[in-house]
């Protein structure tokens, strides 16, 4: 299991960064992109449908690519 400082150390080294975690707070997007990452990982199955959409909506704000 990584932290956020295995992130943020991965995406200082210039490679795209994923953050695998499972998302289900609006807190862990920001916090992946202050960490560095590139991309986030959204479980369908866990997330109802609008927090799909949020989350989708902020990561783009924040020029993450929510997978």
Not at 13 to 26: E, I, S, T
């Amino acid at each position: 299991a990584g932290t956020l400082g295995d992130l943020a150390d991965v995406a200082a080294l210039g490679v795209p960064a994923l953050r695998k975690d499972f998302v289900v707070d609006a807190y862990q997007v920001w916090e992946s992109r202050a960490a560095g990452a590139d991309a986030i990982l959204l479980i369908a199955e866990v997330l109802a449908e609008g927090e799909i959409i949020d989350f989708q909506i902020l990561a783009t704000e924040l020029g993450l690519t929510a997978q």
